[in-house]
């Protein structure tokens, strides 16, 4: 028998090639060509794509991000159709618990009977039912396929304003608009705030939450970057949408959600907490081109590093299979790769992670206590929650996380 030497070629990060300048891409918010290109993650498959295990791999499309230079609003250059990324969407909300805890305190406090609150993007539903136990009137907006399994009233559709318009019982009616980790998402950005400003009653609100740009850069989370995310959000860029028509940004606050989030509350009038002033001084001051320079920098470091880190830990196994977990290792040398990875959604089950043969498998916490392989918690941004449960499933190995600061769980530190 002959044995065929493999030749590698050797690892080498993804590399940024910063470039600025007037582009052919104009800002989606604000409508600028000055735009820097910061951080270029090479082709990369859809990253909620469903992989089968053995039929052929997912397609790749550019991955690519530009932040305008005049409103900071980070983009990418390329959008996939909704249909080919949201028509079937294995991805669920409520298997984070700490999600569900998230919609149950947004719901405590915006919710109540009487009102109507109508979220878009809805997904599984745990914010529309969480709603609806707060005695308000709830129904959600999800155009996904995915979902028919989960019970509660909703639109099949995805949102626009002319969907509003189509839905007399909507216009100008909403208490309360919830649009969580969607308005990244969608492309016409202003056709989403017109929709917004047309359902929602004189004095309603909506509460648009959305990963912050600076966080991102502070929290090299890199791996949020998938081809769903459209826009990465700024303040000055979320006051200029809403100034477009004629909403007020009235206040902002930090959530701990997605490695940074912001919570942006809109209304049609009324007045502007302190903290917007605050956002807007604190990116006119640290959101400028080398800001973006550096953090592309620094991305392609820590891959060098954790692919370094990765590779030793071979053979280990993944834990959660999210959409950040796809970028990961389209960011790695296949050498470095888990044996599989894990999660708890059922959906995913079967599958592979997209682009590649990493199986998925529904955890199950009887393989756990006799598991010795190291595990690596890819949705780091879970890590608390999942390292709790395997050390109450039994698993006694050693779990590293991936994050900025990459660190260990080991018993013997417990
Ligand atoms: P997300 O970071 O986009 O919310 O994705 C998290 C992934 O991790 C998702 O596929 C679900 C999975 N997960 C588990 O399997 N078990 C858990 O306990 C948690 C918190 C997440
Ligand atoms: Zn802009």
Not at 74 to 94: A, D
Request: neutral net charge; charged residues 20%.
């Amino acid at each position: 028998m002959t044995t065929v030497a493999l030749d590698f070629a050797p690892y080498v990060a993804p590399v940024a090639k910063p470039s600025t300048g007037p582009s052919r891409i104009a800002c989606r918010v604000c409508g600028s060509t000055q735009m820097l290109s910061y951080l270029n993650l090479g082709k990369q498959p859809h990253a909620n794509a469903r992989q089968t295990l053995d039929g052929p791999l997912v397609s790749s499309t550019p991955l690519r991000v530009f932040a305008c230079m005049k409103c900071q609003l980070s983009q990418l250059s390329v959008v996939v159709p909704p249909n080919e990324l949201y028509g079937t969407y294995s991805y669920r909300s409520g298997v984070s618990a700490g999600w569900r805890a998230h919609c149950a305190s947004l719901a405590k406090q915006y919710g109540g009977a009487g009102k109507l609150a109508l979220d878009i993007a809805s997904n599984d539903g745990t914010l529309v039912r969480a709603m609806r136990a707060s005695g308000a009137t709830a129904v959600g907006v999800e155009p996904s396929r995915s979902f028919e399994d989960c019970d509660y009233d909703r639109i099949s559709r995805y949102w626009s304003a002319a969907l509003v318009e189509e839905f007399p019982n909507l216009l100008g009616a909403v208490d309360v608009l919830t649009a969580q980790n969607v308005l990244g998402h969608v492309a016409d950005v202003h056709d989403f705030m017109r929709g917004v400003a047309l359902s929602l009653k004189q004095d309603g609100v909506a509460i648009i939450e959305v990963p912050y740009v600076c966080d991102m850069l502070r929290a090299l989370s890199f791996d949020t970057v998938y081809h769903e995310h459209l826009s990465y959000w700024s303040v000055t860029a979320l006051r200029e949408l809403c100034n477009a028509h004629q909403m007020v940004l009235s206040d902002v606050q930090p959530l701990k959600l997605h490695g940074g989030s912001l919570r942006a509350v809109v209304r049609k009038s009324g007045d502007v907490a302190p903290s917007v002033a605050r956002y807007l001084a604190t990116e006119a001051r640290d959101l400028r081109k080398g800001s973006y320079l550096r953090f592309s920098e620094r991305v392609s470091q820590h891959m060098l590093a954790l692919n370094d880190t990765l590779r030793d830990l071979v053979p280990y196994v993944g834990f959660g299979a999210a959409a950040k977990t796809t970028v990961m290792l389209h960011c790695l040398d296949v050498r470095a790769y888990p044996k599989v990875v894990y999660d708890d959604n059922l959906h995913k089950h079967g599958f592979a992670i997209p682009g590649t043969r990493v199986p998925i498998l529904l955890a199950s916490p009887g393989e756990f206590d006799v598991l010795t392989q190291p595990i690596v918690i890819f949705a780091w941004n879970h890590a608390d929650e999942i390292i709790a449960k395997l050390r109450g499933w039994g698993y006694r190995g050693d779990i590293f996380v991936p994050a900025l600061e990459p660190y260990w769980d080991t018993l013997e530190d417990a």
